[in-house]
């Protein structure tokens, strides 16, 4: 049997991403996951989800929420920033866009 890799996965952030979700349990919160693997090292989140995983008395349910809580003491990558979505104009189809009387 051959191993096919996912086409979805296209970066080490996005594998990271996946590792993540998949281990605290939750597939569907991948882009949360996929927005720390942008910001944090690598090796930081493994060591940190390893630690929550093998935490006893922590319920399956609450490892996510653990997880995200524990990021706060880690150091983030210097200069690593997510994008953020640009704001668009609002169409005004030829309405007034103030309600400033035109001048001659």
């Known amino acids: 049997m051959r191993l096919r890799p996912d086409k979805h996965l296209h970066s080490k952030e996005h594998l990271l991403a ?10 569907k919160k991948f882009a ?21 995983r093998e935490k006893e008395d922590l319920p399956i349910e609450a490892r996510g929420k653990y997880f995200f809580a ?12 997510l994008k953020r979505a640009k704001r668009r104009k609002k169409k005004t189809n030829g309405k007034r866009t103030t309600n400033r009387k035109r001048t001659k």
């Open 18 to 27: 996946d590792d993540l979700s998949r281990t605290m349990g939750e597939p």
């Open 32 to 52: 949360a996951y996929l927005g720390i693997a942008k910001l944090y090292y690598e090796s930081d989140l493994r060591a940190l989800a390893r630690y929550v």
């Open 70 to 81: 524990s990021l706060k003491g880690l150091t983030k990558i210097p200069g690593a920033r």
